[in-house]
């Protein structure tokens, strides 16, 4: 411990008696004088052990202990410089900066001479935005020790955040004289020049850049960015050429001169720039990626159409692990009519980056146009657990369920849909429909008719709503009025849907109009690449009932190599006649 002890007051001792902040209570010529009598000696002794013990307590990290060690010191020696500066230190330490800047202004006050002080004072006072008396310090410390750039680089960050652009820049001159030139300091009178509107000196800048490193290619790309953000794309064509002169391979060259181009509209010049750059690993996908976005845009014609694909595929191929590239070419393929595919990289790119909603949106959308109902489910589920509150998710698992015929969960996730998708007023018919076949489903017909009733009040022309409505009301046959209108009202507006004109032909001959439904399955037929199982098995029954057996026992035999038919079609070919649930 004695060792330890030792360490601390020797310590102490060098900055009591060194020349940081003149930190010593009585210094060399004080000294003599006082040792002309004991009691300034002690006086001298007791201050210096005041001092050494807060300064421990400082070097400990305890600023609150040393703190009434440093008042005593003042109040003992109010005409002393050092006590204020080491009261400011720990003052400082404990967040009272305010309390800090008056201690160390006393400091400063008793002793300009002292640098240590005057930095303090300049430091506290630009913490506090007190920039013009900040600056008022910093300028005296550079007059006082012009080689000393930190100084210089201070006063001039002074001047900029006190919006004193001019003395800024001429401080960094100063500077620049001194040291030469910098990127660090011409950098900052770049953006000093820009923030005045002054472009041309900003470019001079770059100029003397250039000049002293003429082998460094990012001064030209630097200068290139420059003209670009201000609209002078033809000035920036040629550092960008300059640079690629230097290093054919600089990637950032290549991506700005197809961005050019491709803000000229010249598609050939920027197609052959990115063809030069995509396939290199060692530039970020980000650039490529804004630059490849707005070429998309430019597209006219197929054959620009493919040569954006190919590029979109190698992009992909370079950077497979940013979703960003994924879904690119997942676009590129949809253009392209492929589907399947596209699906595939929405949802791979949803597995790298689950945060993007629309993402999700994508591979649902296409999860149901594919019929892929098992992708649909696990796909909306995945979504739901990064975004419950979003309907369209809950709508999307709702379909997947109800096609499952999992009617229960399909409900469920439906009337989460109708709470949370207030933002699309106009989902909620299509919403209510679907709830129509779910409860339907279940035998639940009240709240099916109900469902179903909703939906048409929204959208009196839901073809949905309109066919499956008026089937399962015929198939349960009531309410046929009101079926037959409906199914009436679907081929009015499809006249050549074979599914509706099925639908029809189907309620009239439940109300026994069994001539008028032959008719309309007769229509339905006509399209034979459209014609289902079903319709021709309700074709056989129709022509059974007109006493037609012979035909409606080939008509039957006929559904049943087509498939989609009703469980009671093998009895009606077994038995030559009809059976009806």
């Given at each position: 411990?004695?060792?330890?002890?030792?360490?601390?007051?020797?310590?102490?001792?060098?900055?009591?008696?060194?020349?940081?902040?003149q930190?010593?209570?009585g210094?060399h010529q004080?000294?003599?004088?006082?040792?002309a009598?004991?009691g300034?000696?002690?006086?001298?002794?007791?201050?210096?052990s005041?001092?050494?013990?807060g300064?421990?307590f400082?070097?400990?990290?305890?600023?609150?202990?040393a703190?009434?060690l440093?008042e005593?010191?003042?109040a003992?020696?109010?005409?002393?410089?050092?006590?204020?500066?080491m009261l400011?230190?720990?003052?400082?330490?404990?967040?009272?900066?305010?309390?800090?800047?008056v201690?160390?202004?006393?400091?400063?006050?008793?002793?300009k001479?002292n640098i240590f002080?005057?930095?303090?004072?300049a430091?506290?006072?630009?913490?506090?935005?007190?920039?013009a008396?900040?600056?008022?310090i910093?300028?005296v410390?550079?007059?006082?020790?012009?080689?000393?750039?930190?100084?210089?680089?201070?006063?001039a960050?002074?001047?900029?955040?006190?919006?004193q652009?001019?003395?800024?820049i001429v401080t960094?001159?100063r500077l620049?004289?001194s040291i030469?030139i910098?990127?660090?300091?011409?950098h900052?009178?770049?953006?000093?020049?820009l923030?005045?509107?002054?472009?041309e000196?900003?470019?001079?800048?770059?100029?003397k850049?250039?000049?002293?490193?003429?082998g460094?290619?990012?001064?030209?790309?630097?200068m290139a960015?420059?003209?670009i953000?201000?609209?002078?794309?033809v000035?920036a064509?040629?550092?960008?050429?300059?640079?690629?002169?230097?290093?054919p391979?600089e990637?950032?060259?290549h991506v700005?001169?197809?961005d050019?181009?491709r803000?000229?509209?010249?598609v050939?010049?920027?197609?052959?720039?990115l063809?030069?750059v995509?396939?290199?690993?060692?530039?970020?996908?980000?650039?490529?990626?804004?630059?490849?976005?707005?070429y998309?845009?430019?597209?006219?014609?197929d054959?620009?159409?493919?040569?954006a694909?190919q590029?979109?595929?190698?992009?992909y191929?370079?950077?497979p692990?940013?979703s960003?590239?994924?879904?690119i070419y997942a676009?590129?393929?949809?253009?392209?009519g492929?589907?399947?595919?596209?699906?595939d990289?929405?949802a791979?790119?949803?597995?790298?980056?689950?945060?993007?909603?629309?993402?999700w949106?994508?591979?649902?959308?296409?999860?149901?146009?594919?019929?892929q109902?098992d992708?649909?489910?696990?796909?909306s589920?995945?979504?739901l657990?990064?975004?419950?509150n979003?309907g369209?998710?809950w709508?999307?698992?709702?379909?997947?369920?109800?096609?499952?015929?999992?009617?229960?969960?399909a409900?469920?996730?439906f009337e989460e849909s109708?709470?949370?998708?207030?933002?699309?007023?106009?989902m909620?018919?299509?919403?209510?429909?679907?709830?129509?076949d779910a409860?339907?489903?279940?035998?639940?017909?009240?709240?099916s008719?109900?469902?179903?009733?909703?939906?048409?009040?929204?959208?009196?022309?839901?073809?949905?709503?309109?066919n499956?409505?008026?089937y399962f009301?015929?198939?349960r046959?009531?309410?046929?009025?009101?079926a037959?209108?409906?199914s009436?009202?679907l081929?009015?507006?499809?006249?050549n849907?074979?599914?509706y004109?099925?639908?029809?032909a189907?309620?009239l001959?439940?109300?026994?109009d069994?001539?008028?439904?032959?008719?309309?399955?007769e229509?339905?037929?006509s399209?034979?690449?459209a014609v289902?199982?079903?319709?021709?098995e309700h074709y056989?029954?129709?022509?059974?009932k007109?006493?037609?057996?012979?035909?409606?026992?080939?008509?039957?035999?006929k559904?049943?190599?087509?498939g989609?038919?009703?469980?009671?079609?093998?009895?009606?070919?077994?038995?030559?006649s009809?059976?009806?649930?």
């Amino acid at each position: 411990m004695r060792t330890e002890l030792f360490k601390i007051f020797l310590t102490t001792g060098i900055l009591l008696t060194s020349g940081v902040g003149q930190i010593v209570y009585g210094q060399h010529q004080e000294n003599e004088k006082q040792m002309a009598n004991v009691g300034g000696i002690e006086l001298q002794l007791e201050q210096e052990s005041m001092a050494a013990e807060g300064m421990k307590f400082m070097m400990r990290e305890e600023p609150a202990k040393a703190l009434p060690l440093f008042e005593k010191l003042i109040a003992k020696a109010p005409d002393k410089s050092a006590g204020y500066y080491m009261l400011s230190t720990a003052l400082l330490k404990l967040e009272r900066a305010d309390d800090a800047i008056v201690a160390s202004k006393k400091a400063y006050e008793l002793d300009k001479t002292n640098i240590f002080y005057a930095q303090q004072l300049a430091e506290l006072l630009a913490k506090k935005r007190k920039y013009a008396e900040a600056a008022q310090i910093y300028e005296v410390l550079v007059a006082k020790n012009p080689d000393n750039i930190q100084y210089g680089i201070e006063l001039a960050a002074v001047y900029v955040f006190n919006d004193q652009f001019d003395k800024a820049i001429v401080t960094y001159d100063r500077l620049e004289k001194s040291i030469g030139i910098t990127e660090e300091i011409t950098h900052q009178k770049q953006q000093l020049y820009l923030r005045q509107n002054n472009l041309e000196k900003a470019l001079q800048e770059s100029k003397k850049l250039i000049a002293a490193e003429p082998g460094e290619v990012s001064y030209r790309i630097e200068m290139a960015e420059m003209l670009i953000a201000n609209d002078r794309l033809v000035e920036a064509v040629a550092p960008l050429e300059e640079a690629l002169k230097i290093n054919p391979d600089e990637a950032q060259a290549h991506v700005m001169l197809a961005d050019i181009y491709r803000r000229n509209g010249d598609v050939e010049k920027c197609n052959r720039e990115l063809k030069l750059v995509f396939a290199n690993p060692n530039l970020e996908a980000e650039p490529k990626i804004r630059v490849l976005t707005g070429y998309l845009k430019m597209l006219k014609s197929d054959a620009d159409v493919n040569d954006a694909a190919q590029l979109a595929r190698q992009l992909y191929e370079t950077h497979p692990r940013e979703s960003k590239t994924n879904v690119i070419y997942a676009d590129m393929l949809m253009r392209s009519g492929k589907r399947a595919e596209a699906r595939d990289m929405y949802a791979r790119a949803a597995r790298l980056d689950g945060s993007v909603y629309e993402i999700w949106g994508a591979v649902l959308q296409l999860d149901g146009e594919l019929n892929q109902v098992d992708s649909m489910l696990v796909h909306s589920e995945l979504a739901l657990e990064l975004f419950p509150n979003q309907g369209m998710l809950w709508y999307s698992n709702g379909t997947a369920h109800l096609m499952k015929k999992d009617y229960n969960k399909a409900i469920s996730s439906f009337e989460e849909s109708l709470k949370l998708i207030t933002d699309k007023p106009d989902m909620i018919p299509f919403i209510h429909a679907q709830m129509g076949d779910a409860y339907n489903g279940l035998g639940d017909h009240p709240k099916s008719d109900a469902a179903y009733e909703l939906a048409l009040k929204a959208n009196p022309d839901n073809d949905h709503v309109l066919n499956n409505y008026s089937y399962f009301l015929s198939l349960r046959k009531e309410k046929l009025d009101l079926a037959l209108k409906m199914s009436a009202r679907l081929v009015q507006m499809h006249g050549n849907n074979p599914t509706y004109l099925d639908t029809h032909a189907w309620v009239l001959y439940i109300m026994k109009d069994y001539k008028k439904a032959k008719t309309f399955l007769e229509k339905a037929m006509s399209n034979e690449s459209a014609v289902s199982g079903t319709i021709i098995e309700h074709y056989g029954d129709v022509l059974f009932k007109l006493g037609e057996r012979e035909n409606a026992v080939a008509q039957w035999r006929k559904a049943k190599k087509m498939g989609e038919t009703t469980e009671l079609l093998d009895k009606k070919i077994a038995t030559g006649s009809l059976h009806e649930q």
